[in-house]
């Protein structure tokens, strides 16, 4: 895998064109994710090696990606914990035991890798399957973003119960902060063991943070958690919500790349990262809804700004929403693997003299 396309660029090694993967793209924009995710539980799919291999599996043999990522969910390190964790059709994930008072994080257990030992197993069937034909991300869910599931009990708008407890009760939000993070690493450091060539660390909540608490209560424990992993060879990916904002910083982390949101131009967030630092990102997912001419246009666009820069990813700036449809995600994998564009073959190619 070292010699992939996704590896070399996540490690800022020049390639012949930018790898394409999406954030959930094993996801249900997919017809044939929904002949599975009608038989079984969204954490019967999780936690069954087959059906998340099954599932993995969907983008690599309909899309043709670049690069496969396991099939499971940021929550599962809440639900080794001790969370009671359940997932409802259009309301989400729930806890049903919040964590919101001392007492409630001194149950939290981090002795809990045997709960997940399911997911090693999902990815060694997974990298049976792929055969060294394409990397497989593996990922972890951030300590900030698993904690406001823990606290809230589940999805919010506001966060306000999460941030009741950093402004009023810091101590105890660094200690399930630091807890969550524990787990975390070993949890990545699992599935290294197990087989992917690479991991993501999502914090999908980080934009509701205010710089201070977001170098306080999220960063420096991403950076402990990858300073604690067994990374030779395998690049870590850093993505949060907010990240054309917290970008420079992420990079104190030392990920291999950062992945950017839509909120910023490209080339002129990875000029301000440190070299050796490469870049995931960073189309708008809102684009895949557009007419293909549109969508051809902006992947070109992002494509041509980035010309001559190692180290890029092509990547959305967050994941696929479940109603674009399946035929523009396909014909946008297909476009970006044409690039650079060829002229028309036994054209005449004009040259103007001056």
């Known amino acids: 895998m070292r010699d992939s396309l996704m590896i070399k660029a996540a490690f800022s090694e020049p390639t012949e064109r930018p790898p394409v993967w999406m954030m959930r793209q094993a996801g249900r924009f997919m017809p044939q994710y929904w002949e599975i995710k009608n038989k079984y539980s969204f954490l019967e799919m999780c936690k069954t090696p ?51 008072t001392q007492k409630d994080i001194d149950n939290l257990n981090t002795d809990c890798l045997g709960e997940l030992q399911y997911v ?61 993070a524990t787990v975390t690493a070993d949890y990545l450091n699992l599935q290294i063991a197990a087989g992917v060539n690479a991991v993501q660390i999502f914090d999908s909540w980080a934009q509701a943070l205010a710089w201070d608490d977001y170098k306080e209560f999220s960063h420096r424990y991403i950076a402990e958690i990858i300073s604690k992993l067994n990374r030779k060879d395998i690049p870590v990916i850093s993505f949060c919500k907010g990240s054309s904002v917290f970008a420079p910083l992420m990079a104190e982390a030392k990920p291999d790349v950062i992945s950017i949101d839509w909120n910023v131009d490209l080339l002129d967030i990875k000029k301000r990262l440190p070299q050796g630092v490469a870049v ?11 007419d293909k001419k549109v969508i ?28 674009i449809p399946f035929d523009n995600v396909k014909y946008a994998v297909e476009i970006i693997k044409q690039y650079p564009p060829q002229p028309p073959k036994g054209g005449i190619i004009a040259v103007g003299l001056s």
């Open 120 to 180: 090693a197993d999902a990815i060694k069937v997974i990298q049976q399957r792929l055969n060294g034909s394409i990397p497989l991300i593996g990922f972890a869910g951030a300590p900030f973003t698993v904690m406001s599931y823990l606290v809230e009990g589940g999805s919010s708008k506001d966060f306000k119960l999460t941030k009741l407890m950093l402004h009023n009760e810091p101590e105890m939000a660094h200690q399930l902060l630091s807890k969550i």
């Open 296 to 323: 051809k246009e902006r992947i070109y666009r992002l494509f041509d700004r980035m010309k001559g820069e190692n180290g890029f990813i092509f990547n959305l700036g967050h994941g696929i929403m479940p109603d």
């Open 280 to 290: 995931q990102g960073n189309l708008d997912p809102h684009i895949l809804y557009a």
């Open 50 to 100: 087959e059906i998340a291999a099954d599932v993995t599996m969907l983008p690599v043999d309909l899309l043709d990606i670049d690069a496969a990522i396991l099939f499971s969910d940021i929550l599962v390190t809440g639900e080794a914990m001790g969370g009671e964790l359940s997932f409802t059709q259009n309301i989400g994930p729930k806890f049903a035991n919040p964590v919101r």
